[in-house]
């Protein structure tokens, strides 16, 4: 057994705190004895876990034998919007990962305690001698869907745009369908369980809370270590699961076991753990192998945090300093750093972190009772690097130039900020001029031969262009090989300095993009080279789209002309001749405007810093 701190010293200076006390200036003369509540011996026949088995034949007294579930969902899913616009055709998203892709599992999830910890613990990281965190809402039991990688959900959204749907989140005309898996893990004590209740949730941006949507029974046998697929299909859910959550965010829904039965014992779940919670804490345990939550008594005998760690990992612990350093198998090993960019990349060195709800006392004086909560999260550097503070979302369908230019803020881009934009659907509004030919000839004299006269004949063509006051509108083609060439009507700006994005994407750096059809993908993943490369200061960012200036003219111009090839005056068609005969005057040259229209959608996360 390795630790430092010892549990006889523990329980001993519990013994002095809590069992001797005394007021005032007061002496007292002879012996004192003191009987302040002291422990009384544990009762074989009682249930300090709340399990219902007797603590005589219970092989971990303080742990609860609890029914555990393994549950995965699969990483393909569908969402059907029956009415995107009245009258309309619906609208679908095959969130699909073949087979044959990289990143193909056979079940995925993430559980609600891990996402949230992780994320508190990237709060304190950045100090490292800090290895705590303080707890609040948390649930032990429910699982989430990861989010959507490689700007899936944006590519989406374009899609929706693209199909002339409008973007309203009010209604509840979405089906989905998802499937899911759920296994029984051996233990002794548990054979089969029957009739899962599962609940269904979605985060509400609106209110910041889970929504549960729907409640779904499976209504099978779940025998030990026999691993059930099922396939789950909801309808009449709300719209904002996928114009919010799914197009913004990334993210789809969470599951939750909610209850099931238990044959052997006659009861269901719900029942059965009332007695755990009446007796124990749940403690979440998280490392790169697993994901477990167990039932840990918080008797009198068992109420301190070295004894709960005592009751989960036997003498299998380290603690030094008052800090965890080895829990099982994990050992902490990390980097360290100034900040938490120091930590991005490593993902083979991590270290323990103990989240717990607040305290009066410090952590390790501690008395924990029924209602506290406590994980152990080890947490790998790359993952405490790289969680997102907050996220931000700019979707923008059918934005106008103008007659010159309109902006939109990105945002304050930071060294610890990524962003993605989707540059897609551009057209040009032009007017449609009034347009003829109009030739225009005569002769001139050529010869004379005796009494005879010979003339020659010429012809020029003009083109007539006027205002029509009609305008079209033409869809931008993109040319194969250099498809940035019609982006310079499109910038970034910051500050007084703009970069139209064929500049960019020729000589800066830290960006990456991609075309998927006509639809550029830009993505900013090191602003700092970004900055450097275009050698302008950090700040926020916007973007611009300018309209086109392209020469013209209002009027008549000459085209072409032809005559006898041995008189060159016929073919310079002479502007005495020409504008003396022309009822119009010479061409006014202008700029035409041609106003652009494009469709911009953006996704900014900004990490712990």
Sequence with gaps: MKFIISPVLILSFLFLSIGCSRTGEEEVAGPVTQVSNPLKPISP???????????????NMFLADVVELDKKIAQSYSMVLDKPVSGSAS???EHNVDHGDFDFNYGVGN??????????????AKFTSVARGVLRTIDYEKI????????RHLKGLREYLAAGYEYDIEGNDLKVS?????TLVPTDNFEEVKDVVLGIYYFNYDTGKDVKVATTKVERTFARDNKEKFTVTLENLPNRILLENYFKHGEFLSVKVEDFTIPSMKTTNSEFMKGVYAKTIPVGITTPLYNRVKYVSTSRHNNTIVKIIQAIFREDYKIENNVITQLGEFVNNTKGGETLGDLRGHDKT???YLLTNKTKYEVFNHEFKAGDRIIFNFAIDNTVATQVERTSSMIKPKVESGEFYEEFDLGEISKNSKLSLLISGVTLKREDLFKREIPSGGRFFSHRSGNNVYYKAYMCYFREQRRSGNFLVDPLKFDRNDKSENLEHILLVSQDQSFNFKEILEKAEGISHEWVQDT???????????FESLQIEPSSLRIRVASIDRPGYVGSKRTHGKGPYTDQRALQCREDIIWGNFPEHRPKHIDHKHEVTVDLIGHLDTFYN
């Design 45 to 59: 026949d009682g249930d300090e876990d709340g399990d219902r088995i007797p603590n005589s034949k219970d092989e």
């Design 91 to 93: 609208f679908a998203i």
């Design 111 to 124: 559980h609600d305690f891990k996402v949230k910890s992780d994320r508190m613990i990237s709060k304190v």
């Design 144 to 151: 989430s869907y990861p989010k959507a990688k490689k700007g």
């Design 178 to 182: 998802f499937s899911s898996t759920i």
């Design 350 to 352: 991590g270290k323990w």
């Design 520 to 530: 550029l993908v830009f993505k900013i993943h090191n602003s700092e080279k970004l």
